[in-house]
């Protein structure tokens, strides 16, 4: 009987050998555990500020895109603003330029007028210096008339050379109001230059 209880009980160490080992493993599995959650632990936090501090970064860069597009916006009211006032400036310019073209024709027409009646009336200062000739050259005749028939030939000269004066006077005034609407128009135009 005691042989068997010595086995027995040699059982028993070994069970009893092997429950304790258990239980030292199972601590140190424990422990084990609780230093991989730690770790794990350790790791999330640096993952976490790291992300932080991207996170950081992102928002400081989100700021400098948020200022930069305030200043792009200000910047394109400024040149919205400028736009504007270039467009209206540009407007008013090319309606001065309409009217300013619109007196300039008027004012070429009116200069063309004026060298058309200079024309004529240089023309006709022409005609008239023909006929200052003439008369000068009927007044010769006239003198040789008078010596043979002086009252007859003198009357009929003095007639003649009253209409050729008239006609002269009349020549003379056209050309001196001429004149006078061209010097008019070079100074209309001297101005609107």
């Known amino acids: 009987c005691l042989p068997g209880m010595k086995t027995e009980m040699e059982d028993w160490e070994k ?7 258990l239980e030292n493993k199972r601590e140190k599995l424990r422990e ?4 991989l959650m730690w770790a794990q632990v350790i790791s999330s936090e640096k993952n976490v500020a790291a992300l932080e501090k991207k996170l950081s970064s992102y928002d400081s860069e989100h700021n400098n895109y948020k200022e930069k597009l305030i200043k792009i916006s200000e910047k394109k009211k400024e040149e919205d603003r400028i736009y504007k006032e270039v467009q209206e400036k540009f407007t008013t310019l090319m309606d001065h330029l309409k009217e300013h073209r619109v007196e300039e024709n008027t004012a070429g027409q009116l200069e063309k007028t004026a060298k058309k009646n200079l024309k004529d009336a240089q023309a006709e ?3 008239w210096q023909k006929d200052d000739q003439k008369i000068k050259k009927e007044k010769k005749e006239m003198q040789r008339a008078i010596e043979t028939d002086h009252t007859g030939a003198w009357s009929n000269w003095t007639q003649k050379r009253n209409e050729r004066l008239s006609k002269i006077n009349q020549i003379k005034e056209e050309r001196l109001r001429m004149n006078q609407e ?3 128009e070079d100074t209309h135009q001297a101005n609107l230059q």
């Open 15 to 21: 069970r009893y050998q092997i429950i304790i080992s």
């Open 32 to 35: 084990l555990r609780r230093e």
């Open 125 to 127: 200062v022409t005609a």
């Open 182 to 184: 061209y010097k008019t």
